[in-house]
């Protein structure tokens, strides 16, 4: 079940490719005075020193806001079972509040012109990356930043989400890269995906769904709907701890 579940996690990733380097800043550009990493400061920073993009990372809360932190505990607070207002009432490095998603977005929206790459992190529960992608696509689109945005996630089941979700024209990238060569040739061999080579310094390939792939996609969401409702009779028959 679990490779099965790897060989089609692959199927959701959408590759955005380019020949021209282009710079994101990790968490912003905090490695420089007054800054912090995920902070409102290290966006700003990002976007005076020329970056293409800035990254950043996302929580749901307890009370299902969105909130800007890497970890999933701050300075002892559990995201997940921390309300928004606790969490940015928290202070970083430079002094600044832990950011809401909305307050960044918004100093994003008003003083840059930043490509805007977030990462949703791993949550406890599918059913909690499942409402963080609908109020990250929803607050996104009220903001009118959707041509802004490339997403990750490092979450086979969040990756899906998004990418069923957001626009089609949205960037999605698959980040664990827990796939092993045959497996992608073998999808590669069914038609499932399609493999492009770039002969350019590093050398690299990147992978995207085909449209028979994407036919498949309401089939694995049915799968998963129905492993939910028997996940205590597969783990025993799997024998899962």
Known sequence: MKKVMCLLAIMF??????AQTRVIA?????????????SITSLLKADSIGCYGSEFDVWL???NGLVVSHDGIIQGHKVEESTLKELTGLWLANGECVP???ELLETAKRKTSLKLVL??????????EIKAVEEI????????????????TFSSHALKELIRQAPTSTPVYYLK??????????????GIISKKIFMELPPHSEY??????????PLIEQLEIWGDSFRPEMKRILKIE
């Open 13 to 18: 990733m959408i590759a955005n490719t380019s």
């Open 26 to 38: 990790h968490r912003g550009f905090w490695k420089t005075q007054g800054s912090a990493q995920n």
């Open 61 to 63: 809360t307890k009370d």
């Open 100 to 102: 809401s998603l909305k």
């Open 119 to 128: 990462e949703l992190k791993a949550h406890s529960k599918p059913e909690r």
């Open 137 to 152: 696509v929803s607050m996104i689109k009220k903001m009118g930043l959707e041509p802004r945005m490339i997403y990750i």
């Open 177 to 190: 890269g827990d796939l092993s060569p045959q497996q992608l040739k073998e999808l590669e061999m069914h």
């Open 208 to 217: 995207a769904i085909t449209e028979l792939g994407k036919t498949l996609i």
